[in-house]
């Protein structure tokens, strides 16, 4: 049974392209939420995607969009890169509506690089 | 002993010695706990979880303890290993949610 897997695992990009960062959730799941982690610091809330709507935001721009497919499995784009936006992108996969206790499984991530 | 580093708090720790990591939550409505641990180059990895109407909660080698007046959250971990070095981070959210908030992490270092 895979986990959450995210590709590809490292992207350089050059300031104001955009990127695609895809995120295949774990088996039996539906629920897609990312985050930010910058060098140091703890991951950020980004937003979560179930039945492919965005349900919840942080506080991210605009530049920040995603997508869910009917697979579960879904897509961070960011436009406009910024060097601030080089970090790592994490993926977390849940069940919503699934037991209390369900947890968040988090992917290794997509280390992102922008110069 | 405890230090801050360029960029998280490190605690060191003998191998075999027990260890404790403290963290701070702001939200009082959070009412859900959760303690990661992050290796490099890998995603948080889920240690042990505590609700808010408990107070302290055990695991393997783990035990969460929750003090909802001060807001202060600590992960003890018995007889420390080298496995587990890693940095750790506690989060919190409202219970079903699974919108977390992540505190600042806590680099542990376990000296053989």
């Known amino acids: 049974d895979a986990g959450v897997t995210q590709s590809p695992t490292h992207l350089i990009k050059t300031r104001g392209q955009q990127v695609t960062l895809r995120c295949s959730p774990k088996s039996g799941h539906d629920t897609v939420s990312w985050y930010q982690q910058a060098l140091g610091q703890g991951p950020q809330f980004i937003f979560q995607y179930y039945e492919e709507e965005e349900r919840q935001r942080g506080n991210f721009p605009d530049r920040f969009s995603g997508h869910q497919f009917p697979n579960y499995s879904s897509e961070l784009n960011v436009n406009a890169l910024l060097l601030g936006d080089s970090a790592l992108y994490l993926c977390a996969s849940s069940l919503r509506g699934g037991p209390a206790n369900e947890k968040l499984f988090f992917g290794s991530g997509t280390q992102l690089s922008v110069l | 002993g405890e230090s801050v580093g360029l960029h998280l708090p490190t605690l060191s720790v003998q191998e075999g010695d027990n260890s404790i990591i403290n963290c701070a939550y702001s939200n009082s409505a959070s009412d859900y706990f959760i303690w990661y641990k992050q290796e490099s180059g890998k995603g948080p990895q889920f240690i042990i979880d505590?609700?808010?109407?408990?107070d302290k909660r055990q695991g393997q080698r783990v035990t969460v303890l929750l003090n909802k007046t001060v807001k202060h959250l600590s992960l003890q971990i018995a007889a420390t290993q080298p496995g587990d070095s890693a940095v750790y981070f506690c989060?919190?959210?409202?219970?079903?949610?699974?919108?977390?908030?992540f505190g600042k992490g806590n680099q542990v270092v376990v000296i053989p």
């Open positions: 505590i609700r808010s109407n408990m």
């Open positions: 989060a919190e959210c409202v219970y079903g949610n699974n919108r977390l908030a």
